[in-house]
């Protein structure tokens, strides 16, 4: 398992999860709970729908992506923490028995302005089917940790963080 | 049960959903299935992060959100269909105990101009606790059928809809 601090993470990586597969039952029971329309529901229904046969929800696709990343073997320190998504789009309908993998790029690493000793990654993730087609695309935010003792300073005298914040983070590495 | 097509729809409009209240058994359920991170999983284990105590999973809320709004009993013809989301942001977590419900906001309402006979709708969907505190905020855009025979080109004249895309509207109104 590796345990990445902001200071980790720099624009350009990528990293790929494992795979699962998700079945008509697991589509079914999802909706049952979340969003119980037909096309979600039954395949007869479905058909009969924009989907033309049965697809799993958008948040099913969402929540199977979470999981295929959280239980990956590369993360930040503490966990993947949300803090808000700027894009989710999902360019093809997720079908029983489909295959899927996330692919990650991180777009963007800043230190916190507002939350001393945090740092944000923006990243793009792109889920796959087993064609290699893209089954949900979308553009988050999570939280990062800085490293104790704080070596972010580093990075953020050479990159775009400005004087001010770079100095907030000085003190508070010296404050530890 | 009211089923409405795009023409239905105003900028301006709102809704509001029905109630439910999300218990711990059901957050570490979800969690367990997709998103098995301490701050979701286990009381004790979650007041050492960043939640200082047990929290839903963001696409537990999202999924919470979805059932209320699919179950409501006004909507558009042929179901709720995400065409994507713009922006989904979770100010505060849910937590044990935390009754929800969800106010929508319609932003915009224009005729496709790829899709025939179809149309978007931009929505702003805001979901409150028990103390009218928000605990998720989105702009979503769904898809909705306009409706046969095609009365939106009255509207359509009257708004920012381009001369072409009325003209092709008018003749999909005559060919059927």
């Known amino acids: 398992m590796i345990e990445r601090y902001l200071e980790d993470y720099e624009a350009g990586q990528t990293f790929t999860t494992g795979r699962l597969t998700v079945d008509a039952e697991q589509i079914k029971a999802f909706a049952a709970q979340f969003d119980p329309q037909p096309f979600h529901l039954d395949e007869e229904a479905a058909k009969r729908t ?8 958008g948040f099913h696709t969402a929540s199977l ?32 028995g489909d295959e899927l993998h996330v692919q990650i790029e991180v777009l963007e690493v800043r230190p916190s302005a507002s ?30 940790p800085c490293r104790p003792g704080n070596t972010f300073i580093k ?22």
Chains 1, 2 share one sequence.
């Not at 979470?66 to 700027?86: A, H, K, Q």
């Open 65 to 96: 992506v979470m999981r295929l990343i959280v239980v990956s073997e590369d993360r930040p320190v503490g966990g993947f923490i949300g803090l808000g998504i700027e894009e989710m789009r999902w360019p093809r309908p997720v079908r029983p």
């Open 155 to 176: 990075h953020a005298e050479s990159s775009s963080v400005s004087p001010a914040v770079a100095q907030r983070i000085d003190k508070q590495g010296e404050g530890r």
């Open 115 to 144: 939350r001393p000793g945090q740092g944000m990654i923006k990243v793009r993730t792109t889920t796959l089917n087993q064609n290699n087609e893209a089954v949900q695309v979308s553009r988050n935010s999570l939280l990062v």
């Open 50 to 57: 924009v989907f033309k046969g049965l697809a799993a929800s």
